[in-house]
């Protein structure tokens, strides 16, 4: 037992006496053409985290002097680095292939935006432009005048604002009804005291808020006596929020926007309605399916007479990372004298993109928003592309593929328990595992997301833009052919 011990401490310390220092590495000549890739003392970094990964397997055990001097002799040095140097080159935002079928996804940057958009965002992003001036008198004024007014327009509220994303615009609410004296109560129904996609929890905001919360009602049923029943002296707020990623079936009540308008008006306080997504549908916008189901629309909420409606510029919109509030005049201007509205407040770039969006739905044009064509295109209209997909993928070697009718989501807790009807190209290999393969393809270039599903590698067309056919089958070939 002893002797076993001490030859293995021998072991090791030959192994240790191996290693290599970070001096004979950097000379190391068949290191040489990798170095240059990457800053020196990112090169450096990698040299000492491969030292340190190989110290700690010889400390625990798991590589002995043999093991190491194999490595160092053969490929496994130069590998390793210049997979380290690979993963360098991936990082960070780059433009990827969703064929996940999720139109609004999160971890994809939710909404793709109209080609005009796009432009106007990269126009004012390499030169100066008119952002806190007016153009006509030269005097200052504020950097979305013009968005308010746009909003105003397509939503029918009075006035309108906008912040960072609906994360941002639902804590200047509460942060600017808080402001008024010692009232520091907010009553919201517990039914609506959502988590949206693990990060949003609506009563963490509040509390960070500094807002004390009031549930009434319950999980399934809330009532506007409730809400009357609980509003007192420290009342700041009464407020709704809609439960975008998730829904109680059967017997349920919740209180509409309309009754907590009426109710605010009678007690005189102030009423909002966090809708989340969003769903712009009016004259001009041509309804989404209606598997959208009740999925509440901007213009009947601000309808509803509700002081303040905020929704998401990035869901069911279409338009670029935003939170947008809208509501009545006296309510939008007491959220814009809040000093951290100046914390929240969007950039030139996004204004602009989202300027342009909004213009593209008031000239009639919202349907050509490419998250909307997405959403709006039925399974019949999807399928000729899962075909051409099909074909091409059918050419690869050792490939198993078929075209199956499969269900896509929208994404981004817009519509829960929603699914739309799609055509999805079924891929399986002889010898890459779908997860295996699905993980190359993130890596492949271009890059690619799909989806992994019983057993197989599902590409669903729904959610690919113009020309991403061709990039999904170049990734493909890349990795398969
Ligand atoms: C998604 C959502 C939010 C957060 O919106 P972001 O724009 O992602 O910050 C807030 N409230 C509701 C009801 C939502 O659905």
Known sequence: MLERMSSRADASKDAFRLLPSIEELLHD????????????????????????????????GKLDATTLSARLAGTALADE???????????????????????????LGRAPLHAEAAAAMANVAGSYCVLEVDRESGERNQRDDRLSELLRRMTGAEAGIVVNNCAAAVYLLLNTYLARGKRDEVIVSRGELVEIGGSFRVPDVMERAGVVLREVGTTNRTRIAD?????????????KVHTSNFRVEGFTEEVTPRELAELGRELSLPTAFD????????????????????????????????????????????????????????????????????????????????????ELYLAGRGDEVPSRAMLRASADQLRPSAERIAAALAQLPRCTVSVIPERSQPGSGAAPGVFLPTYAVRLTHESWKPAALAAALRRAEPAVFARVQDDALLLDPRSLLPGDEDLLLKALRSVLA
């Open 275 to 358: 809708l989340g997504s969003g769903l712009i549908e009016g004259d001009d916008v041509a309804a989404l399916p209606d598997v959208m189901g009740d999925e509440p629309r901007v213009r009947d909420a601000v309808a509803s007479g509700v002081d303040v409606v905020c929704f998401s510029g990035d869901k069911l919109f279409g338009g670029p990372q935003s939170g947008m509030l809208v509501g009545k005049r006296a309510a939008i201007a007491s959220l814009r004298k809040n000093p951290v509205y100046r914390a929240l407040r969007l950039d030139k770039v996004t204004i602009a993109g989202l300027e342009r969006t909004l």
């Open 29 to 60: 000549p068949r290191l040489a053409a990798l170095a240059p890739r990457v800053p020196r003392d990112v090169w450096l970094g990698f040299l000492r985290e491969l030292i340190e990964r190989w110290r700690a397997e010889i400390k625990a």
């Open 81 to 107: 680095l210049r997979r380290a140097v690979e993963r360098e080159g991936r990082a960070g935002i780059v433009r990827v292939v969703n064929a996940t079928g999720v139109v609004l996804h999160t971890g």
């Open 227 to 239: 809400y009357r029943a609980a509003a007192g002296e420290r009342t700041s707020l009464l407020m």
